[in-house]
């Protein structure tokens, strides 16, 4: 009947969707198990490209020490 009885997403899509669709709601908590989603994201780099890699692990580390990672966070994925 094109009709679906339930979610399961990425909590920043899933807020997107929600804002276009204001007569659906959230009716559980967030699934946060690792078992579901893994422990995190990430970014596939080939094997032998090293220098990719280590330009995007000294660049990740750098915005993380200087705040830029936590206030990227907080605005675009807020508790």
């Keep these: 009947n094109g ?10 899509v899933v807020k997107e969707w929600l804002k276009t669709n204001p007569q659906l709601g959230v ?3 967030k699934v946060t198990d690792p ?3 893994g422990t995190g994201l990430g970014i596939a780099v080939r094997p032998d ?3 990719l890699l280590e330009k995007l ?8 020490a ?4 936590q206030k990227i966070s907080d605005q675009w994925f807020p508790q």
């Design 3 to 12: 009709r679906i009885d339930g979610v399961f997403g990425d909590t920043a």
């Design 27 to 29: 009716a559980t908590e």
């Design 35 to 37: 078992q579901y989603f």
């Design 49 to 51: 490209n090293k220098a």
């Design 57 to 64: 692990n000294n660049a990740l580390a750098a915005i993380k």
């Design 66 to 69: 200087d705040g830029t990672y």
